[in-house]
């Protein structure tokens, strides 16, 4: 005998066209319909009009229309999940959108004695941070290819450490120091200068070899024992 399964409409989009089963109880001789209905935006059951019907049918039980119910809801959200599947990954926020990316090809390049370079996208107007001074600032950590692996803005916070206290990779240290506050630069981290051990692949994530060369797109926002002793 066939698997029930093999019987089912396909899921997707054949599946956005309504699917009805209609089924009769009999109450004192008056048969009641239940019809069910589904869609892809939808799943609702209708009770019609109570018929006058001499003829006996078969009694269906509340509990089988409770389980032809769930076992259609879970059709229909394994076919919304399937279309979800197929969809292209959301896009991640980034400190240098597209527009950004275009001005970015005009700015020179700066390189530093440690083989670090940089492309400021927007100077800053205030201090830069002294070594030891804790700072806050948002960071997008991607690989070459721009696949991002690491991010603050995912993470809804902005990170905080003490600069040039070897608390982060030595580049985003170096990069950090000359920026000043309210400013966003490209750094462009050299191997010997970015993880030595490197970073293990997980879901949406790329794999960092170790001490391969990597990017960080880096804002900082404030450096709250600075911003303390100026006022």
């Given amino acids: ?89 959301e896009e991640k926020p980034r400190l240098c959108d597209d527009n950004c990316e275009k001005e970015l090809e005009n700015v020179p390049m700066v390189t530093a004695e440690s083989g670090l370079q940089y492309k400021d996208i927007k100077v800053g107007k205030g201090p830069s941070p002294p070594v030891g001074y804790q700072v806050a600032a948002n960071y997008v950590a991607m690989v070459p290819s721009g696949q991002i692996f690491d ?42 200068l970015a993880f030595p051990k490197g970073l293990n692949s997980a879901p949406g994530r790329p794999r960092v070899a170790p001490s391969s060369p990597v990017i960080f797109d880096v804002s900082l926002e404030y450096i709250p024992g600075l911003e303390a002793e100026e006022e």
């Fill in 1 to 89: 005998m066939a698997s029930s399964s093999l019987l089912l409409p396909p899921l997707g989009s054949a599946f956005s066209r309504c699917m009805s089963s209609n089924h009769h109880t009999t109450v004192g001789g008056k048969i009641r319909c239940v019809i069910l209905r589904c869609s892809s935006s939808e799943l609702r059951i209708e009770a019609s009009k109570t018929i006058e019907n001499g003829d006996e049918l078969p009694l269906i039980k509340r509990r089988n229309v409770i389980g032809m119910v769930v076992g259609v809801s879970s059709l229909l959200l394994s076919s919304l999940n399937a279309n979800g599947a197929g969809l292209p990954p």
């Fill in 151 to 192: 991010s603050s803005l995912d993470k809804g916070l902005p990170y905080i450490f003490r600069v040039g206290s070897g608390q982060v990779i030595k580049g985003l240290d170096e990069g950090i120091l000359s920026m000043k506050l309210g400013g966003k630069r490209r750094l462009y981290i050299p191997g010997p």
